[in-house]
């Protein structure tokens, strides 16, 4: 079956954080640690960046790690990472709380935004173009940039890609903006759990070997930092991934009840809600944003998830044919990054590890794509036998990745 759609609208990513790291070594594709130490070891410089470690295959620490330079390493789900002696040392008198902290899983979810700012320092907006570039190169032709932290990064953003960039930042860094940066940002994002990939999206049954994730905020905390967006942008977009956060941002708003003309809510991801949640957060309004490429996490986290998770993760069959949420609507997707592009998240949308996880192809283009092909297209090759989708990027978009 070959079919042409528009080019991808990428609901949830973090452009100028990803185009900072461009020169990191990339080990999305690593299955052991010794993979993964090869490629670190090819990255020159005074500090060598990585960023795509999965946790689920292997980890690093240990003395193997501790020979190469100085090296810092981000895992897939942006929540975790691992520095090794010499980075350690060297780091420690310009980043001394990070390093000190590093290895408190809380503390980290508690100041991602400084641990981003860590790797970042040595990369800026001028990086952004030729990110932009990439992502029009896999049919990516707009995206929202959930974390912008600086000035630099929102004024070229909301200048340079008018119509194509949505910008995000989080509460602090958005009183620390000045007047211009903050008049580009759309909205205020804040976490109220972790991820899967650290064990600390927040659970209401425990993990495979203890432990339920971690709560960031209490409710009274979360209610105040809801009624700040209202307050300073009108929207927010938060991030709850495990059942018992989506069961506390749900709580916090109904017991607010905010106007819907003052705030309208996004909520990031919601892998694990249920029937009962998705119903209430139709209720009150409330958009989702969710990764089709998660559904993976039901094949790839069952090292540390409950099968019963592992079946509810993504469900997307659940949240149209029976909660009633719209593709395109209140129903969004993104890829955050992981990885980017129009091919895996076609793939993870309609060749899914579990049959509630499908997409059909208009609920993805609805939920996913660009109104028309002005910018370019996407022909698609879908082989249902072989559970296989092949994508080739046309028009301006295809021009503008040659550059």
Request: proline share 5%; aromatic share 8%.
């Amino acid at each position: 079956m070959k079919i042409r759609m528009p080019l991808l609208r990428d609901s949830h990513t973090h452009v100028s954080f990803y185009a900072a790291l461009g020169a990191a070594a990339d080990l999305s594709a690593c299955r052991t640690a010794a993979a993964a130490l090869a490629l670190i070891k090819k990255r020159p410089g005074p500090l060598a960046l990585a960023r795509g470690w999965n946790n689920a295959y292997y980890d690093l620490r240990g003395a193997a790690f501790d020979r190469l330079g100085p090296a810092v390493v981000c895992n897939v789900s942006l929540h975790s990472f691992r520095f090794n002696a010499p980075a350690r040392a060297a780091l420690k008198i310009r980043f001394p709380d990070i390093v000190a902290n590093i290895d408190d899983q809380a503390w980290v979810e508690n100041n991602l935004n400084r641990v981003f700012g860590l790797f970042t320092a040595a990369g800026g907006a001028e990086a952004i173009p030729a990110y932009m570039e990439r992502l029009a190169a896999l049919g990516v032709w707009a995206a929202d940039d959930m974390l912008v932290s600086d000035d630099e990064a929102a004024l070229l953003l909301g200048r340079r890609y008018a119509g194509r960039a949505r910008l995000w930042t989080e509460p602090d860094v958005y009183r620390k903006l000045g007047p211009a940066a903050r008049a580009a940002i759309g909205g205020l994002k804040f976490f109220t759990d972790g991820a899967l990939g650290a064990r600390t999206a927040a659970l209401l049954r425990p993990y495979r070997g203890g432990g339920r994730g971690l709560l960031l905020h209490s409710e009274v905390e979360l209610g105040k930092l809801f009624k700040l967006a209202a307050r300073l942008t009108g929207r927010a977009a938060v991030h709850a991934i495990g059942d018992a956060a989506l069961e506390q941002v749900l709580r916090v708003l109904e017991r607010l009840a905010v106007p819907r003309r003052s705030l309208r809510v996004r909520v990031e991801h919601a892998q694990l809600i249920t029937q009962e949640q998705a119903r209430r957060a139709r209720r009150l309004g409330l958009a989702l944003c969710m990764q089709p490429n998660f559904s993976g996490d039901s094949a790839c986290y069952a090292d540390r998830l409950p099968s019963a998770y592992l079946r509810a993760n993504n469900p997307f069959r659940m949240l149209i044919d029976k909660a009633g949420f719209v593709p395109g609507e209140d129903l969004l997707f993104g890829s955050d990054g992981m990885p980017h592009g129009a091919a895996p998240a076609l793939q993870a949308a309609l060749f899914p590890p579990c049959p509630g996880q499908r997409l059909t192809l208009g609920e993805f283009r609805a939920g996913y794509c660009l109104p028309n092909l002005e910018a370019g297209w996407l022909d698609l090759k879908v082989d249902e036998a072989k559970r296989k989708v092949s994508v080739k990027v046309g028009g301006p978009a295809a021009a503008a990745g040659r550059k």
